[in-house]
């Protein structure tokens, strides 16, 4: 597999179809059996694979089974949720616990273990000390939206390394330029994209979008721009790639860029369906999927250094009452936009969401909120 390759398989039978995947990308060649290789998904939030915020542990499965047929011996899965989740609430409920006992690999909570601060290209980031102990990180991300960032996918899912007060620290950057170079403080050295079901529009998930779809690839520059072209934004909309291609972590180059899509027979036999340039637009991906209500209802918010989960708990609110009717009233009695984020602490103001407005006049408790405290805060509002 070369570097400018996007592979991809489609189906249902999610571990055995990453198995076939991973074989026609000679994933093996990379690795021998001492290298301590690393799987880090997205366990984001508690909730299940088909919601389309986290990784499906069949296709982690299938990667761990893959490994230990090719006599791959020191395998672990290392992750952590985002503020206001606990990582070990998403490692029961996902279904990682029964895959940890079954394979006989460890899981580390990155909430639970040390960090130290790192020089990542001049930008100094905090960063779980086991990083280190990894020879080889295989990158699981799932493909879905970001309500701040727009796309998540392979940069962004190394956020899942630093501690929690880094990530808090991130949003006060601005999210991008902190992505960007955190991608040059922790190498990904092969990339496993779970692209069935992900939400195109938030981040934790709720509205799944069903592709049924598994991609390798070994550039994650080359990837998110992929990424980007899939949901219909300009890689330039996405500016923390960008900033990574500038630092030398991948090209984004999508005229360069080979798409193979593959195929498994009834017997289990892969074979190579069809390729052709990333540009063109592949026959299974259905751009009009993803309905840009989310960039409508944002116009009411204003987000300064706002964290996800904090933001995820606002936005789902506003759809809903897009949903009900209701959005273009609520915009037409506010006096302004409604405030989030933590450049918002200590601040006044009118209508605010999050411990960061608790100064505002009226605002909604929680570090995160609650979506239903936040959406009946705005319904009351309204009335």
Same mark, same amino acid.
Not at 294 to 316: G, N
């Given at each position: 597999?070369?570097?400018?390759?996007?592979?991809?398989?489609?189906? *249902?039978?999610?571990?055995?179809?990453?198995?076939?995947?991973?074989?026609?990308?000679?994933?093996?060649?990379?690795?021998?059996?001492?290298?301590?290789?690393?799987?880090?998904?997205?366990?984001?939030?508690?909730?299940?694979?088909?919601?389309?915020?986290?990784?499906?542990?069949?296709?982690?499965?299938?990667?761990?089974?893959?490994?230990?047929?090719?006599?791959?011996?020191?395998?672990?899965?290392?992750?952590?949720?985002?503020?206001?989740?606990?990582?070990?609430? %998403?490692?029961?409920?996902?279904?990682?616990?029964?895959?940890?006992? *079954?394979?006989?690999?460890?899981?580390?909570?990155?909430?639970?273990?040390?960090?130290?601060?790192?020089?990542?290209?001049?930008?100094?980031?905090?960063?779980?000390?086991? &990083?280190?102990?990894?020879?080889?990180?295989?990158?699981?991300?799932?493909? *879905?939206?970001?309500?701040?960032?727009?796309?998540?996918? @392979?940069?962004?899912?190394?956020?899942?390394?630093?501690?929690?007060?880094?990530?808090?620290?991130?949003?006060?950057?601005?999210?991008?330029?902190?992505?960007?170079?955190?991608?040059?403080?922790?190498?990904?050295?092969?990339?496993?994209?779970?692209?069935?079901?992900?939400?195109?529009?938030?981040?934790?998930?709720?509205?799944?979008?069903?592709?049924?779809?598994?991609?390798?690839?070994?550039?994650?520059?080359?990837?998110?721009?992929?990424?980007?072209?899939?949901?219909?934004?300009?890689?330039?909309?996405?500016?923390?790639?960008?900033?990574?291609?500038?630092?030398?972590?991948?090209?984004?180059?999508?005229?360069?860029?080979?798409?193979? &899509?593959?195929?498994?027979?009834?017997?289990?036999?892969?074979?190579?369906?069809?390729?052709?340039? %990333?540009?063109?637009?592949?026959?299974?991906?259905?751009?009009?999927?993803?309905?840009?209500?989310?960039?409508?209802?944002?116009?009411?918010?204003?987000? %300064?250094?706002?964290?996800? %989960?904090?933001?995820?708990?606002? @936005?789902?609110?506003?759809?809903?009452?897009?949903?009900?009717?209701?959005?273009?009233?609520?915009?037409?009695?506010?006096?302004?936009?409604?405030?989030?984020?933590?450049?918002?602490?200590?601040?006044?103001?009118?209508?605010?969401?999050?411990?960061?407005?608790?100064?505002?006049?009226?605002?909604?408790?929680?570090?995160?909120?609650?979506?239903?405290?936040?959406?009946?805060?705005?319904?009351?509002?309204?009335?």
């Amino acid at each position: 597999m070369k570097r400018n390759q996007i592979f991809k398989i489609y189906g *249902k039978d999610y571990k055995d179809m990453t198995k076939a995947l991973l074989e026609v990308s000679n994933l093996a060649s990379m690795l021998n059996p001492e290298t301590r290789i690393g799987i880090k998904p997205n366990l984001v939030t508690p909730t299940p694979a088909e919601y389309g915020a986290t990784t499906h542990p069949e296709v982690v499965a299938g990667i761990i089974e893959y490994l230990q047929e090719n006599g791959c011996r020191h395998i672990v899965i290392i992750e952590s949720s985002w503020i206001g989740d606990k990582t070990s609430e %998403a490692y029961e409920y996902c279904g990682y616990r029964k895959i940890t006992e *079954k394979y006989h690999v460890d899981f580390i909570d990155v909430q639970q273990e040390p960090y130290e601060t790192y020089d990542c290209s001049g930008m100094k980031l905090k960063i779980c000390k086991r &990083v280190e102990e990894i020879d080889f990180m295989i990158n699981v991300p799932v493909m *879905k939206g970001h309500g701040q960032t727009r796309i998540t996918c @392979a940069l962004k899912n190394m956020k899942g390394l630093i501690p929690n007060i880094e990530k808090r620290h991130f949003h006060t950057m601005g999210l991008h330029k902190p992505i960007a170079y955190l991608s040059a403080g922790i190498r990904q050295d092969f990339i496993v994209v779970d692209h069935i079901c992900g939400d195109l529009e938030m981040e934790d998930g709720g509205n799944p979008v069903e592709t049924n779809c598994v991609m390798t690839a070994l550039d994650p520059v080359l990837v998110d721009s992929y990424v980007c072209h899939l949901l219909g934004y300009e890689i330039s909309d996405v500016k923390y790639i960008g900033l990574a291609e500038t630092l030398g972590i991948g090209s984004s180059n999508l005229d360069s860029c080979k798409i193979s &899509v593959y195929e498994r027979d009834e017997s289990g036999d892969v074979r190579l369906k069809k390729e052709f340039p %990333a540009p063109l637009q592949d026959d299974y991906e259905e751009k009009s999927n993803y309905s840009g209500n989310l960039l409508e209802v944002s116009y009411a918010i204003e987000e %300064a250094d706002s964290c996800s %989960a904090c933001y995820a708990s606002l @936005a789902p609110a506003l759809l809903r009452l897009k949903e009900e009717g209701l959005y273009e009233q609520l915009l037409e009695n506010l006096p302004g936009t409604i405030s989030i984020g933590q450049g918002f602490t200590g601040k006044t103001g009118y209508l605010g969401v999050g411990n960061c407005c608790s100064a505002f006049e009226r605002y909604v408790p929680g570090c995160p909120p609650d979506e239903e405290a936040v959406y009946h805060m705005l319904l009351e509002y309204i009335k």
